[in-house]
């Protein structure tokens, strides 16, 4: 129905590449459709956890898009350990505000873009970060 894009989105850089949503009718929730949660303040720190990132992505490098939905659960690092590993590959460097995760065998993919990094604590899911 509607969507409200960042005011501050970068298309150079795609910093800020997040939007509100409002859907033309109300979702109903069942055992296969829920909420997450989102994290307590804007201070909550996640490095050193382990998330979990689910998606519709390739499987692998130019590959087609799997039937199922795929999960898989990364480290998080700290900003100093992603600038270490990726530098400058990020248009406009890795900055504060970021929150870098992955792992070298296993890691999100091309399709998964915008999809949400969650970390479960009691059972109840905290999405901390968009693919």
Not at 112 to 119: H, R
Request: with cysteine; glycine share 12%.
């Amino acid at each position: 129905k509607r969507v409200v894009r960042h005011k501050n989105f970068d298309m150079r850089t795609l910093y800020n590449d997040i939007a509100i949503l409002t859907l033309d009718s109300p979702v109903t929730f069942s055992q296969t459709i829920r909420s997450v949660c989102l994290p307590q303040g804007s201070q909550a720190r996640f490095e050193g956890i382990t998330a979990t990132v689910i998606g519709w992505g390739s499987l692998r490098e130019n590959g087609p898009q799997p039937a199922v939905l795929q999960e898989v659960n990364i480290p998080v690092w700290t900003n100093t350990e992603c600038r270490l590993k990726y530098g400058n590959a990020a248009p406009g460097g890795i900055v504060e505000h970021f929150l870098c995760a992955g792992r070298a065998t296993k890691d999100s993919c091309s399709g998964d873009s915008g999809g949400p990094l969650m970390v479960n604590t009691g059972g109840k899911w905290t999405q901390v970060g968009i693919v």
